[in-house]
């Protein structure tokens, strides 16, 4: 299995971007998918999460700046982002705990996309 994130760039303080992330290879179903980031000289921490139902979590200081969501048909979980702040700048991974059959379930990472936001 493979998860594939796309969608990061450079973009001025107050602007959006939107993540997308495609999994790929054995896949039974997928249950919880989510977004984590990685600031420079910091520990990754979780941005939001979205169950196979919909439900969804969000970090107290992203909620109403960042909306999560998937698409179950295409395996693919998305990330819009606006009003951006440079604090925001990050890796962003996207996470996926995906069932390879009926028994099994595994937790995958994205590769990384990097998030830039200038001042």
């Known amino acids: 299995v493979q998860l594939q994130a796309s969608g990061g760039g450079l973009v001025q303080a107050g602007g959006s971007l939107k993540l997308s992330c495609a999994a790929s290879?054995?896949?039974?179903?997928?249950?919880?998918m989510g977004w984590y980031r990685q600031a420079p000289g910091k520990q990754r921490e979780l941005v939001a999460s979205?169950?196979?139902?919909?439900?969804?979590n969000y970090v107290h200081s992203m909620k109403g700046r960042f909306t999560i969501s998937r698409d179950n048909a295409k395996n693919s979980v998305y990330l819009e982002m606006d009003s951006l702040k440079p604090e925001d700048t990050a890796v962003y991974y996207c996470n996926a705990d995906v069932m390879i059959n009926k028994n099994y379930e595994f937790n995958y990472w994205g590769q990384g996309t990097q998030v830039t936001v200038s001042s």
């Open positions: 290879g054995s896949i039974f179903r997928i249950n919880d």
């Open positions: 979205i169950a196979r139902g919909g439900s969804t």
